[in-house]
């Protein structure tokens, strides 16, 4: 196992909710990936964060928003959930010195 | 954005065919990794691949860096149902920046 651990496994939500996902990195890991994966889909990055700021931020919204906390642990928000949301939700660790990614196992959010 | 396409999108090979997968972006890389994810499962990390021409070897899998650093190959020798997953390349334009995942080759092996 890759030491990443998120939480929850699963959720539904229905469409206009907000959704907090979570995710412990690694220990040591001072960078985190947030990606969003379709179904049948690659994962998309969301954003980065790095020493508690976000340093990189993909094509997502502004309801895309997140932190990352002394500890290196992070959070992803939703805000206004649409239907397409519905994805894995995927976070990834590592340290600043290398560029290995350590994948959690993933939220599958569902929003109907 | 960054462009990166994978072919093909699928493959069926029976058990103990070779299989191959390859990798384009639209820039020069600064590198490029490769991930296997199996079903229901998440991305594992394989290899990452820097300098231009550069292979690497894990058992049955070998990768490949192409000279001008644009493009990138996965090919395993003899594949095993073990192999079965998606396989995906991850770009970065220059070191630290994001990834950016492909589009993705789902292997099934029939035994």
């Known amino acids: 196992e890759t030491g990443v651990t998120q939480s929850p496994t699963h959720l539904i939500k229905t469409r206009g909710q907000q959704v907090t996902l979570r995710c412990s990195s690694q220990s040591g890991h001072n960078t985190v990936s947030w990606y969003q994966q379709a179904l049948g889909q690659g994962p998309q990055f969301i954003f980065q964060?790095?020493?508690?700021?976000?340093?990189g931020r993909g094509n997502f919204p502004p309801r895309f928003s997140g932190l990352q906390f002394p500890n290196y642990s992070s959070e992803l928000n939703v805000n206004a959930l649409e239907l397409d949301d519905s994805a894995l939700y995927l976070c990834?660790?590592?340290?600043?010195?290398?560029?290995?990614?350590?994948f959690g196992p993933g939220t599958r959010l569902t929003v109907l | 954005g960054q462009q990166v396409m994978q072919i093909p999108q699928y493959q069926h090979v029976q058990e103990g065919e070779d299989f191959t997968t390859y990798c384009n972006s639209s820039?020069?890389?600064?590198?490029i990794q490769w991930y296997k994810q199996r079903p229901g499962g998440h991305p594992v990390f394989l290899i990452q691949l820097v300098k231009s021409g550069e292979v690497k070897k894990q058992k049955r899998l070998t990768f490949q860096f192409g000279e001008a650093k644009k493009n990138s190959s996965l090919h395993i020798t003899a594949t095993q149902t073990t192999d079965v997953g998606t396989y995906f390349c991850?770009?970065?334009?220059?070191?630290?920046?994001?990834?950016?995942f492909g589009t993705g080759t789902s292997l099934t092996v029939i035994p």
């Open positions: 820039t020069t890389l600064s590198n």
């Open positions: 964060y790095y020493r508690e700021e976000e340093n």
């Open positions: 991850a770009v970065q334009e220059w070191a630290g920046n994001q990834f950016y």
């Open positions: 990834a660790s590592r340290k600043e010195s290398t560029d290995t990614q350590y």
